[in-house]
């Protein structure tokens, strides 16, 4: 195998190796990803991004996206600004669609450095986040900790938001793979923490699914947003404040999330070879 050209990107510190693989001949075994995820031995992220081509005519590419743990996941609002970038700037246009295992999201450059993605509708019926049985989603039955009765969403992956007095208190280290894991979500949940600061601005922490604790999660402050709103604790548009910085999320009308941001480069470089291959 030849050494992988690769782009380490990130959206408010959520970090990204990103891969091209629109020739076709990229295959990558779970070993593979945990390998170039992992920080000591590897290059290091918290989600590795591999383009392919698209499958749809409407698309401009395929995004897949994976978990350091080498699992797949079907949503990332952060790496989906980037790699919206990197697209325009290859073509030199203000728009394009990325391609997920989630569906289309249509992304644009709204200017001063800001990229907007419109991350599809927000989905709230129990059998979509999806939960092992029939569930009120915006008073989920769980409680671990300090935390307790959180809103479902689906945001193309799925998420549980937990409204508390200070988010920077809770232990997400501890309580977050416990509700990650636990019986009620199948699939496995993003786990949130958000604090209302006013009608407009809130305050999330999170425990990504297969990544743990991120200065960032795009797809995880569109479901806080529409969850607060649920609870008509803020409008429906908002500044989410992270531990990296901040995501402006509106949902729509439409009941569809438009996440706005920014990206940046981290560096350029290439993958040895002898990282790849040897665990399945």
Not at 179 to 184: M, Y
Not at 197 to 215: K, P, S
Not at 237 to 244: C, F, H, T, Y
Request: charged share 20%; net charge negative; proline share 4%.
């Amino acid at each position: 195998m030849a050494a992988l050209d690769f782009i380490k990107m990130h959206g408010l510190g959520n970090d990204f190796v990103i891969l091209d693989g629109r020739d076709g001949g990229l295959s990558l075994s779970a070993g593979d990803v945990r390998a170039i995820s992992a920080r000591q031995r590897g290059v290091g992220c918290d989600q590795l991004i591999v383009l392919e081509p698209a499958r749809n005519e409407l698309a401009d590419v395929f995004m897949r996206i994976y978990n350091p743990d080498g699992s797949e996941s079907g949503a990332c609002g952060n790496a989906t600004r980037c790699v919206a970038s990197l697209l325009m700037a290859e073509q030199d246009v203000t728009e394009v669609i990325v391609e997920t295992i989630s569906g289309l999201l249509d992304c644009e450059n709204v200017g001063d450095g800001l990229y907007s993605v419109d991350m599809g509708l927000a989905r709230l019926d129990w059998r979509d986040l999806p939960l092992s049985h029939a569930c009120d989603t915006d008073n989920l039955p769980i409680e671990i900790g300090p935390l307790k009765n959180p809103v479902g969403v689906n945001m193309g992956n799925p998420h549980a938001v937990f409204m508390v007095a200070d988010a920077n208190a809770i232990d997400l280290n501890t309580f977050g793979p416990l509700i990650e894991h636990d019986q009620l979500f199948p699939e496995r949940t993003n786990v949130e923490a958000v604090e209302v600061l006013a009608n407009d601005r809130i305050r999330m922490r999170v425990w990504e699914r297969g990544a743990g604790i991120t200065q960032a999660c795009g797809s995880g402050a569109c479901a806080a947003l529409v969850a607060t709103a649920r609870r008509g604790l803020t409008g429906r548009k908002a500044d989410v404040v992270l531990d990296g910085g901040i995501l402006t999320i509106e949902w729509m009308a439409d009941n569809n999330v438009l996440m706005t941001g920014p990206v940046a480069t981290s560096f350029r470089g290439q993958i040895d070879p002898s990282l790849l291959g040897s665990k399945p």
